[in-house]
């Protein structure tokens, strides 16, 4: 019986503004047997790999919250999948996982260090699911929206990239809790998504208002009585319009700031508003809070269980077409969590 081979995407050269193709390198690998195993380890299949904003700051070798992703190692990414030969007493063949098993079909993980690989019930749940809306976008948008935003019914939410994985969760969190949630995403396709399908109450195109001044009038109008929290992924023209829309002691979560992921600078118009509205301005990164996932994923869980919240995915299939996903996925042509599909 030949060997099975595993595909892998290596980071092979750090981008010089937008990332190409050639910024990765695919190489094969044999799949280790059973036997290989030293104790305590977990061959896993995996059977979805998950693309996301965050990995373009790895990919850089410049100052960041993380260590930037080595050249020539297999690239970052949160996966899910089938454990398909295991040296540990907590982990059966058939189970299914997710990890951090990065751009590669198969990987190795050591599942006595706690947390890199965890058990998924899918009876309920779409596997898929634990790498979106019950998966670390999911706890994301919890956190920012719960612990930074802190919403109480009746006021305003803007979220941005709202039609994206962690964007939508946020909004459909904020009406569960009683407030008026206004979207901003590009283009009329998501932004009837996010009021038809998702409740939002209003939508904000940034491509129909690719100017400030047409962009700030029509939040205005989505926003009659002002901000009080705002979710931040993409920074830029929408944050400057956002700023001139706060309410006094509003509450701004940092989340991502995509509008300069390739280098570019993102200043801000008016920075003195945070002074003279009183508001609260805090980034945040999901990985240093592991308390509040048990709870976050509780509830996200439960949502997705019984559809009560909705969410859509957009898949591109097997390991080489990944670059050009996440090349798209940094563009906002995905519509919902960009996944790739490897099985």
């Not at 990995?55 to 970052?76: C, F, W």
């Amino acid at each position: 019986m030949s060997q099975a081979v595993n595909h892998q995407l290596l980071l092979a050269s750090r981008p010089q503004g937008e990332v190409t193709p050639d910024n990765f390198r695919m190489v094969e690998a044999p799949v280790p047997s059973a036997d290989d195993l030293a104790d305590g380890q977990v061959l896993v299949r995996h059977h979805y790999l998950s693309l996301d904003p965050y990995m373009r700051g790895r990919m850089n070798d410049s100052k960041s919250y993380a260590e930037p992703q080595p050249l020539d190692t297999v690239m970052i990414g949160g996966t899910v999948g089938e454990v398909v030969a295991s040296k540990h007493p907590k982990f059966a063949v058939g189970d299914k996982v997710v990890g951090m098993g990065g751009w590669q079909e198969y990987s190795v993980v050591d599942a006595t260090e706690r947390g890199l690989l965890n058990k998924v019930d899918t009876t309920h749940i779409p596997l898929s699911a634990y790498l979106g809306s019950v998966g670390m976008p999911g706890v994301t948008a919890w956190y920012g929206l719960i612990k930074i935003i802190q919403p109480k019914a009746g006021e305003t939410v803007v979220v941005s990239a709202a039609s994206g994985a962690v964007g939508s969760v946020v909004g459909q969190l904020a009406k569960a809790r009683g407030c008026r949630v206004v979207g901003v995403a590009g283009g009329a396709e998501k932004c009837r998504y996010v009021v038809d399908e998702l409740g939002f109450d209003a939508c904000v195109d940034y491509k129909a208002n690719p100017d400030p001044k047409s962009f700030y009038k029509a939040l205005k109008e989505a926003t009659p009585n002002g901000i009080d929290g705002y979710f931040e992924n993409v920074g830029g023209m929408v944050l400057d319009a956002v700023l001139a829309r706060m309410n006094a002691f509003g509450r701004i979560a940092v989340c991502g700031m995509i509008a300069g992921y390739n280098g570019e600078p993102t200043p801000m118009q008016n920075p003195a508003l945070i002074l003279v509205n009183r508001l609260k301005v805090e980034g945040f990164i999901v990985s240093e809070h592991p308390e509040v996932w048990p709870e976050a994923m509780t509830e996200l869980g439960g949502m997705v269980a019984t559809g009560k919240m909705k969410f859509r995915e957009s898949v591109a299939q097997g390991l080489s077409a990944a670059p050009e996903a996440f090349m798209g996925l940094l563009k906002g042509r995905n519509f919902g969590k960009q996944l790739v599909k490897l099985i």
